[in-house]
């Protein structure tokens, strides 16, 4: 009987001391249900935004204070690889970042140059990352983006396309099977169209964002439209469930996104005082409700009829280069090409999902020829409507024979109906530029496709 109570004793014993353990470790400041990983910080042009990489949801503290702005982690601790130091190294508003371990706690202290106001929200986790906590630092004064002056009064001014590279910062878009992001190949082509624009005589482009960081998609519509462009033309790269999808791609915007988005701006007082250029730049802040709506109408239509148009070129172009995934101009919604007064184009430049056109988008050569084809659709465009005042409208006046149509070259497997479909023009358009006397075509036969 002794030995069974000593036996009962020691088990009691055993488990207060493994219950002392447990709230040993809980209440230990080595020990914290939560861990910082890693630090990331990408430099936008009017802000700096730092990502936190946590394992957990995390309960924090954002304290500002002059010079600095100090963040209090609850029960976190940091990783063991994680380096303030390097982090905080050649930064454009972080002169520094020092992390000390406060009790269960984790204190981070950023030293910051200049004026900036910090904001903060956590994010949900999505792939490829986990939770996290982000802080915008804000620039403040001179440093704010400010309108970009284009005066239009001047003749002979330069086409100007804004180039958007889709996703960016925290956004990475498709993710391919070789870890390749869709932020970075976009950049990349999106480069490659701005240099070979800005090669072309009366031609200038605009890159929406150049370098890391993420913009909303109705700020890249206000960059472009701040800017005065002509034309819109966001870079993207798809991805879809099934690997064996691919092709490139080419969206405008639909009537029902166009609606919506008409309607969006008769009820916002600011936008409908705005200067809308498709109608002659005329302020409609004087208008009544009725003729607002009217010049908005017209005004879209026109531009929703323009980017279809640039659609049908660009795409014809890509058919020439790459697999398409579509031979027509597809519709929807995107927020990016809603602009109500610059014609709009979305590009879908392949899938990531399929991983030989992964492979092929990451390489240069390959985006060298997505780069051509889209700036030859583009010209090709613009050349058969120039924008009133341009150099490119005074170069066609005075060489008309550059605006009689676009040139192609027939290769295997073409035929006229196809041909036709693809530039988006009718049979017997081409019949009659080329004095054709039936619908047949042979390999290397050029052909005058006359604008659409």
Not at 70 to 81: E, N, Q, R
Not at 178 to 200: F, H, P, T, W
Not at 387 to 402: E, I
Request: aromatic share 4%.
């Amino acid at each position: 009987m002794r030995a069974k109570d000593d036996i009962t004793m020691a088990l009691a014993c055993a488990r207060r001391c493994l219950a002392a353990i447990v709230l040993w470790l809980v209440t230990s400041p080595s020990f914290a249900a939560n861990v910082l990983e890693d630090i990331r910080v990408h430099d936008a042009p009017d802000h700096t935004r730092i990502v936190f990489d946590t394992t957990e949801v995390v309960k924090y503290e954002l304290v500002k204070e002059t010079g600095k702005t100090i963040i209090h982690f609850a029960a976190t601790k940091p990783g063991a690889k994680l380096d303030t130091e390097m982090v905080a190294a050649s930064r454009q508003r972080i002169s520094n970042i020092q992390g000390e371990v406060v009790g269960q706690d984790y204190r981070l202290i950023i030293g910051l140059k200049g004026q900036l106001e910090p904001k903060a929200f956590t994010l949900a986790p999505i792939a490829p990352y986990g939770p996290r906590l982000v802080v915008d630092l804000l620039a403040g004064g001179a440093e704010r983006r400010k309108p970009i002056e284009v005066p239009r009064e001047q003749g002979d001014r330069d086409v100007l396309i804004a180039i958007d590279a889709g996703h960016g910062g925290e956004d990475p878009g498709a993710i391919a099977a070789n870890r390749q992001y869709e932020k970075n190949i976009v950049m990349q082509i999106s480069k490659r169209v701005a240099d070979k624009i800005d090669g072309l005589r009366g031609f200038k482009s605009k890159l929406v964002r150049d370098g890391d960081y993420y913009i909303a998609l109705r700020d890249r519509v206000h960059i472009a439209r701040e800017a005065r462009a002509d034309l819109f033309v966001s870079i993207h790269a798809d991805a879809f469930t099934r690997a064996h999808v691919s092709g490139a791609s080419v969206f405008t915007l639909s009537e029902r996104g166009a609606t919506s988005e008409m309607g969006r701006w008769l009820v916002q007082k600011e936008n409908s005082s705005d200067l809308i250029g498709g109608v002659g730049e005329v302020s409609l802040s004087d208008k009544d409700p009725v003729l607002r709506s009217v010049l908005l109408d017209l005004a879209m239509d026109g531009n929703r009829s323009a980017s279809n148009d640039a659609g049908k070129s660009v795409l014809s172009s890509l058919g020439r280069t790459t697999h398409l995934h579509k031979r027509f101009v597809e519709q929807a919604g995107f927020m990016v090409l809603k602009a109500p007064d610059i014609p709009s184009i979305l590009v879908e430049t392949g899938f990531l999902s399929n991983p030989a056109e992964a492979r092929r988008l990451s390489q240069a050569a390959h985006q060298e020829k997505i780069a051509t084809a889209i700036v030859r659709g583009i010209q090709t465009w613009l050349e058969n409507a120039p924008p009133p005042g341009t150099l490119l409208a005074k170069q066609l006046a005075q060489d008309p024979s550059r605006a009689q149509g676009t040139r192609y070259v027939v290769v295997r497997g073409d035929t006229l109906s196809q041909v036709a479909s693809r530039f988006g023009v009718s049979q017997r358009k081409i019949r009659e530029a080329n004095k054709l006397k039936s619908d047949t075509v042979r390999i290397g036969q050029v052909l005058v496709i006359p604008a659409s």
